[in-house]
């Protein structure tokens, strides 16, 4: 059974940092394309970041990029999402995504395990 499990979410003004955290079991971690999405309240679920350790590929939204960076290790199956410089408009749920290699790495369909979720919110 397949399991992703999310840590490291909470309160933090703008401006601040966060590390989540996504520990994955039951699964050949090396093989999966690990990804973040996230969702806003009365918004769609939205693309942050990816990381393909088979083809040696790092993918981020425009919106993210140069303030968030997903690192993997792979000895310890987990992935990570540091997020620096958070603005109010990243506040949202932060889900953790397990995925075969897609060149629609974006796409939420592609991805066939997710964690729970883990809020982070950004204050003004």
């Known amino acids: 059974q397949v399991q992703l499990v999310e840590s490291g979410g909470g309160l933090v003004q703008a401006g601040g940092s966060l590390r989540l955290s996504c520990a994955a079991s039951g699964l050949t971690f090396s093989t999966y394309t690990m990804a973040w999405f996230r969702q806003a309240p009365g918004k769609e679920c939205e693309f942050v970041a990816a990381h393909s350790w088979i083809v040696g590929r790092i993918y981020y939204a425009d919106t993210v990029k140069g303030r968030l960076t997903i690192s993997r290790d792979n000895a310890k199956n987990t992935v990570y999402l540091q997020m620096n410089v958070l603005k109010p408009e990243d506040t949202a749920v932060y889900y953790c995504?397990?995925?075969?290699?897609?060149?629609?790495?974006?796409?939420?369909?592609?991805?066939?395990?997710w964690g729970q979720g883990t809020q982070v919110t950004v204050s003004s």
């Open positions: 995504a397990a995925g075969l290699y897609s060149n629609d790495y974006a796409r939420s369909r592609e991805y066939a395990y």
